[in-house]
């Protein structure tokens, strides 16, 4: 492994780890958020159903994964820095 790949490695190790901690600060957020809704919605699973959650924390999950999906893709699959 030379020295470009290397720091090609560091870079998109950089950016998910990125991803990760901004997702987690983003699910702290809507935790925190989220405690006091009063509509509540069931999700159903296919093979189950969840407790009765905020409608809120549904929609605020469904985006984090998009962030996170987004986040680890865009590092993960990022040119390799080929000229």
């Known amino acids: 492994m030379n020295g470009k790949e290397a720091e090609l490695m560091l870079l998109r190790l950089r ?5 990760v ?3 987690f ?3 702290l957020m809507l935790c925190l958020g989220s405690q006091n809704i009063s509509e509540r919605s069931v999700v159903n699973l296919g093979v189950g ?9 549904v929609v605020g999950m469904a985006i984090l994964c998009g962030v996170f999906s987004g986040g680890a893709s865009a590092a993960l699959l ?3 820095g080929d000229d």
């Open 49 to 57: 159903r969840t407790v009765p959650l905020p409608q809120g924390f």
């Open 15 to 19: 950016l998910f780890m990125g991803s």
């Open 25 to 27: 600060v983003l699910l």
């Open 78 to 80: 990022g040119p390799n």
């Open 21 to 23: 901690i901004g997702t």
